[in-house]
């Protein structure tokens, strides 16, 4: 794959026609090897936010060993990584994915939420007497963008005797929750690893793992969480306060928080009216979160022209290629005024969930892609520097796009 010192570069060379990934690795890299130094356990990436090869390789280089799949091919994608610990953390399986997961990939890490879930995972793995069975709680999302306790989980006050049958089949046994995704500040890890302690002491058993599960934030343009450290600190004291044994082993599943910082998504205007931007991806595309939830990406122009040192900002909305008017970015982007057709615009901190969710929609959904060499747009592992530049260097002068 080509490889480009910023996307200013990429754009220069290749004047693309369609959106185009700027793969950054090196801080997928960055990311991970935080994760090993800091956090007191095994780290798990959740394949779920980003399967492109060139970040599995870089996560695999930085020393992620563990990984939290949710579906074959996610185990398919992984299997064949060496050393590989796969974690089929989905709490509702089809009984041919545990089957195929147990006998043709070696799984044996199991989640579920219910007894019967616990029951098929033993009929379809022939009761095996090696599985780390997994009992998810649903625990309360406190400041997280998206909530997930709704759709699975079990209440930690109606958990006790699914975790009791679980004990006695499991050759270690774990507890595990989510407090969901991009959670800004720690207090929901401490109130989940306090319902766990809870639970431990109502249900009388012995525990061999806790996973913290993913949540973990990432940095963009309308959320700044807390230093990631603390997040860390606050678990490791919350964590020791259990009543757990002291070969009790934690684990995490951060996706965001690995991932996010390793791509942006480099599109470029078709059409300028008053503060819309029409540009050649979207809601369909990588820019679902942006459309959906709110999420406002980190921006910068990569213009024809050079604009002024001091360009005057302006707020844009954008809407995206396809025939849909839900179709649609919300915003506010901040991007020079100057802004207008045939302009590139690089959007940062798109490596988590967004190529993994874009779809074909009208025909659209190709992208090209090259590796960028400089620094994330925005990034919660250089504490202090500011790295939410708007404007970014534009291309020469009189160049044709």
């Known amino acids: 794959m080509d490889r480009f010192a910023t996307a200013r570069d990429l754009v220069i060379a290749r004047q693309p026609d369609a959106p185009t990934f700027g793969l950054r690795p090196h801080a997928a890299g960055k990311a991970a090897r935080w994760f090993l130094e800091h956090f007191p356990g095994d780290v798990a990436y959740a394949v779920k936010a980003n399967a492109s090869p060139f970040l599995l390789g870089a ?12 579906s074959l091919p996610e185990i398919e994608d992984v299997a064949s990584i060496p050393d590989a ?53 649903a625990v309360q999302s406190k400041n997280s963008k998206l909530p997930l306790e709704k759709m699975f989980g079990v209440a930690p006050g109606k958990a006790a005797r699914l975790v009791q049958k679980t004990r006695q089949v499991a050759k270690k046994l774990g507890l595990t929750f989510h407090v969901g995704s991009q959670t800004v500040s720690p207090e929901a890890y ?47 004291r919350a964590y020791a306060a259990l009543p757990a044994g002291e070969n009790c082993r ?119 892609q090259g590796i960028l060499l400089d620094p994330p747009m925005l990034s919660v592992y250089d504490v202090g520097r500011d790295l939410g530049h708007n404007r970014g260097p534009a291309l020469p002068a009189g160049m044709t796009t």
């Not at 302690?197 to 249900?203: D, E, K, N």
Request: hydrophobic residues 45%.
């Open 59 to 70: 996560l695999y280089g930085a020393g992620i060993r563990h990984f939290d799949v949710a």
């Open 250 to 368: 934690m684990m995490c599943e951060p996706g965001r928080a690995l991932v996010s910082e390793a791509e942006s998504l480099i599109v470029r205007v078709n059409s300028r009216r008053g503060n819309e931007l029409f540009i050649n991806d979207g809601a369909y595309g990588a820019l679902f979160d942006a459309a959906h939830l709110g999420w406002i990406y980190p921006v910068r122009l990569l213009s024809k022209t050079d604009p002024a040192p001091a360009a005057e900002l302006a707020p844009f909305s954008f809407w995206g290629p396809t025939c849909d008017s839900i179709d649609r970015m919300p915003g506010p982007f901040q991007l020079p005024a100057s802004v207008s057709e045939g302009d590139y615009i690089e959007i940062g901190n798109i490596g988590a969930y967004g190529r993994a969710i874009a779809g074909r929609f009208n025909g659209f959904g190709a992208y090209e």
């Open 190 to 236: 401490v109130n989940a690893l306090d319902e766990v302690g809870a639970l431990i002491v109502r249900a009388g058993i012995v525990l061999d793992r806790v996973d913290v599960g993913g949540g973990f934030p990432s940095a963009y343009a309308n959320s700044r969480p807390e230093p990631l450290s603390n997040f860390i600190e606050a678990i490791k």
């Open 85 to 137: 610990h796969l974690h089929f953390m989905h709490p509702v399986k089809s009984r041919h994915a545990i089957r195929r997961a147990f006998f043709e990939f070696g799984v044996r890490s199991f989640s579920l939420d219910s007894e019967s879930e616990l029951a098929k995972i033993l009929e379809e793995t022939g009761n095996a007497g090696d599985l780390t069975l997994w009992v998810r709680l």
